[in-house]
């Protein structure tokens, strides 16, 4: 079975500040995708950062980037210089090349402070 | 480009009546998906199609839901009857599989409240 864990249901950060979102996934697979999805409080799911797992280099966009850990099976989130307008529920997200389904996982609320 | 298009944005319905959702996916894409979202249960798949078939419904939740996709460019999803149980975001969303790296794009949801 794949799942994904993010074991943060809340954090908060002050604005300008880093701050780095948990997630880790199991899986038999070896060729597969990771994804982030923010959700703010309109409730629209907007991609953020996506990770393919055969490429080494971590993805970036921006002040988002990942530190994605193949053999551990961990995939974090880092937000730089947070701003207000960071504030939502954030997704980690797994899908393999075979298989369709994507598995999201319980969602990190993060709260950015002025 | 056009997004995932979801109609209607929100529904109040009372309990018994039924409830028809629809769906127009990104031009191209030929992956279609049926989420919920709830407090309790988070984002669940419903439902995934490729090529217009549906592959795994196993997340449908009940008899009482039933999804169709009779073209390309059109899926709708069904609830009757409703019950206040089934009060959630619904987001269609839509994908090309094996382009962009499998990437799922979201409509904006649909709020359905049952009373």
């Known amino acids: 079975a794949q799942t994904v864990t993010q074991s943060q249901p809340e954090m908060s950060v002050q604005e300008a500040e880093t701050v780095t979102l948990s997630c880790t996934y199991d899986t038999s697979e070896s060729n597969y995708y990771l994804f982030w999805y923010k959700q703010p409080p309109s409730r629209q799911m907007i991609l953020v950062i996506r990770q393919e797992a055969y490429k080494q280099q971590n993805a970036t966009e921006n002040r988002f980037s990942v530190n994605f850990q193949k053999a551990a099976k961990s995939f974090s989130l880092k937000i730089s210089d947070s701003q207000l307008g960071d504030t939502a529920m954030y997704f980690c997200a797994f899908i393999t090349y075979n298989n369709n389904d994507m598995r999201f996982g319980a969602g990190t609320r993060l709260t950015v402070k002025p | 480009d056009a997004g995932v298009i979801q109609s209607p944005r929100h529904e109040v319905t009372e309990m018994g009546q039924e409830v028809t959702l629809r769906c127009k996916p990104i031009?191209?894409?030929?992956?279609l998906f049926w989420y919920r979202q709830t407090m309790m249960r988070g984002l669940e798949l419903l439902i995934y199609f490729n090529n217009n078939v549906p592959i795994d419904d196993s997340g449908m939740p009940e008899d009482r839901f039933s999804a169709k996709m009779p073209n390309a460019s059109f899926s709708t999803l069904k609830i009757q009857p409703s019950e206040p149980r089934d009060s959630a975001v619904y987001f269609c969303a839509s994908s090309l599989r094996g382009g962009s790296g499998n990437t799922i794009y979201f409509g904006e949801g649909s709020w359905l409240t049952v009373v």
């Open positions: 031009s191209g894409h030929n992956s």
